[in-house]
Structures are given as structure tokens and as C-alpha cells.
């Protein structure tokens, strides 16, 4: 599938349109791209007139780039888009980081004309990781490696922040708290609730709103021993605990505890505590420059061999080869 997008339309009625571009790169996030673009063109449609005028923008000469998944999108190369965007949407994804250098002095571009500047998830990550941002929000899929890189403490686990004309957010559906009130800014709050009512939001989450910082704060689990349980095995990823340590501290057998998971979780302890490590080691193979070994020992593998043999068991394809390949 192609989306195909125009760089110009018709003018606002008496007004000049603002120009809003999204920036993406290879293995972009289509979820951040299709919030921004859709949030944009319902404004438009609702307000009879182009308030907005939509330009999707690659940060190399590609003219068709893959999401992550595979979905194509046609593109304009920055270089065939010299123009100075109103609005700039950095979405995150697998390359954002790596094309830093030359998306970053378009982001100062836009600000230093009084434009707003948005870097989502991977790409406000990007900014935080090479000191152009002081602090920025980022989604908890990243915050292990700022972990590692000794920033955590800059990492911000609200769904945005916003610092005068920058915005950093967590990205994914959040992209829409994130949208909504600029179209509220930049045109009427009338117009941003009634996209808001077209996308079937029944309500905006404010800046500062906390990302659920593991499955420990999902509020489907039971209160209880599981909640204390997860929130152990959380704290403890470098040097994980056995089932029955765990299940001491929450005061219950370790046949109890392995019934608790069985129920609502549908694994036992022992496989979700890996799994979890799992998932940490996933996102420093994929973000991070430490080595496998190093990985392993911080996700609690006592051995780079069992943990490349685990995590091919777990994503079918051993780290060395995500690595490698970006997968």
C-alpha cells in the first residue's frame, strides 16, 4: 500500500494555510504518521477550508520509504523541500537516530522562525541522547538505554513535555494529546474537540500524564500479592530472583504464586520474569551500542550463549542478527 500525499493545496479562505510537515525515515512508526496526518485533515474538513497544509517529508532522497511492518509511503526528499514548515513532526523508528545530523538543523530551522517542533518517541530520545534537548519525554520502551547511558534521570516518563516551541513525546496513540491542543492553538479549542469527537477521543490526556512504567501499573491486574510480585521482578532485571525469594516476599507459597500467574497472565513466573528480561535485552540489542555480552549480563543471562539461544526461542532470530540486520 502507497499513501500518496501532495505538497501543496488550496489556501484557507483568506488565509494562508500553515505548512505541516512530518519528517520520517526508514522503519518510521506508521502509528505516529497516521495520527498526525489524520488529526490535520479532519481539521481541515471540519473547518471547510485548508487551515493545515500536509507535506510528509523524507530525511534522505527517498521518494518511497517502508514503515516498520512494510507500509510505503510516498515521500518528498528534504532537499526538494526547501521551505521552512510552520508545524515539524519528527515521527520515532528503527533510523531516526542515525539520521540525526541531518534532520537536526531542519528542527532548529523551524524554531529559530518561530515555527513548533515535534520529535516523537525514538526521535526525542535521538535529541536527548546527543544533548540537543535538556530533558524530553520518552516512551518506556526506551528508558533502558538511557539507563545504560546514564541519562535516565533526563528521561521524562510523561506522555510530552513541551520547552517554548520544542515538544518531546512518547509517541504511539499518544501522538494525539500531543496534536489535538496545537490544532486547538494554532486555529480554535472548538475545532480540536470536534476532531477530537471524529477520532471517538472522549477526552485529551494532559503533558504530564505518567506512561505506565511496567505491567505492574496496568489497572486490569488485581491489587494484591501479583501487583507487589511484578513490581519485584521489575526492580530486579540484572540480578533476577528465584520464584520462591519472590514468593516469600509477597507472602505466599510458590505454588500460589505460580496459580496467581497461571490466571491472569497465562504464564508462569519463571517465563515471564524472562520474558521480561527479554524484552529489556530486545531494546538495548536494537538502541544501544553496548556489546551482546555486555546485554546479557545486564538482563540477568548468566552467559552469552544461553542468552542468544533464549532470545532466538523468544523472537526467532538469535540478537546478533537483529543487530545486524535491524530486524
Not at 500536509?54 to 521551505?83: C, N, T, Y
Not at 528542527?107 to 529559530?112: E, F, I, K, S, T
Request: net charge positive; charged share 20%.
Amino acid at each position: 500500500m502507497t499513501l500518496k500525499t501532495s505538497a501543496s493545496g488550496p489556501e484557507a479562505r483568506g488565509q494562508k494555510p500553515r505548512l505541516v510537515e512530518i519528517l520520517l525515515a526508514r522503519g518510521f512508526v506508521a502509528t505516529e504518521l497516521a495520527i498526525a496526518f489524520d488529526s490535520f485533515r479532519i481539521a481541515n474538513r471540519l473547518a471547510g477550508q485548508c487551515l493545515f497544509r500536509l507535506r510528509i517529508v523524507s530525511v534522505d532522497a527517498s521518494r518511497v520509504l517502508p514503515s516498520l511492518g512494510g507500509i510505503e509511503v510516498a515521500v518528498v526528499p528534504m532537499a526538494a523541500a526547501p521551505d521552512v514548515a510552520d508545524v515539524l513532526i519528527v515521527t520515532g523508528g528503527a533510523a531516526i537516530a542515525e539520521a540525526l545530523s541531518a534532520f537536526l538543523p531542519r528542527l532548529q530551522r523551524v524554531r529559530n522562525a518561530g515555527g513548533i517542533a515535534i520529535a516523537l518517541s525514538d526521535a526525542a530520545q535521538a535529541l536527548l541522547s546527543a544533548g540537543a534537548a535538556e530533558t524530553a519525554a520518552i516512551h518506556w520502551e526506551g528508558r533502558p538505554i538511557l539507563e545504560e547511558a546514564g541519562l535516565a534521570e533526563r528521561g521524562v516518563n510523561s506522555i510530552y513535555t513541551r520547552a517554548g516551541n520544542l515538544v518531546t513525546g512518547a509517541g504511539m496513540a499518544a501522538t494525539a494529546d500531543v496534536v489535538l491542543p496545537l490544532i486547538g492553538e494554532l486555529a480554535t479549542p472548538a475545532l480540536m474537540r470536534e476532531v477530537g469527537r471524529v477520532l471517538l477521543l472522549d477526552r485529551l490526556r494532559i503533558a504530564h500524564t505518567e506512561q505506565p512504567k511496567g505491567a505492574s501499573a496496568l489497572a486490569s491486574l488485581p491489587d494484591g500479592p501479583l501487583r507487589r510480585a511484578l513490581q519485584i521482578m521489575e526492580g530486579a532485571l540484572e540480578n533476577p530472583l528465584s520464584t520462591a525469594v519472590i514468593a516469600k516476599a509477597v507472602n505466599l507459597s510458590t505454588r500460589q504464586l505460580e496459580r496467581l500467574f497461571t490466571r491472569h497472565l497465562e504464564k508462569s513466573p519463571q517465563t515471564y520474569y524472562r520474558d521480561l528480561r527479554l524484552h529489556r535485552a530486545r531494546t538495548l540489542v536494537e538502541g544501544s551500542p553496548m556489546s551482546l555480552t555486555e546485554i546479557a549480563l545486564s538482563c540477568g543471562f548468566e552467559t552469552p550463549s544461553y542468552f542468544s539461544r533464549v532470545f532466538k526461542q523468544r523472537y526467532g532470530v538469535t540478537p546478533y542478527a537483529v543487530r545486524a540486520s535491524g530486524l
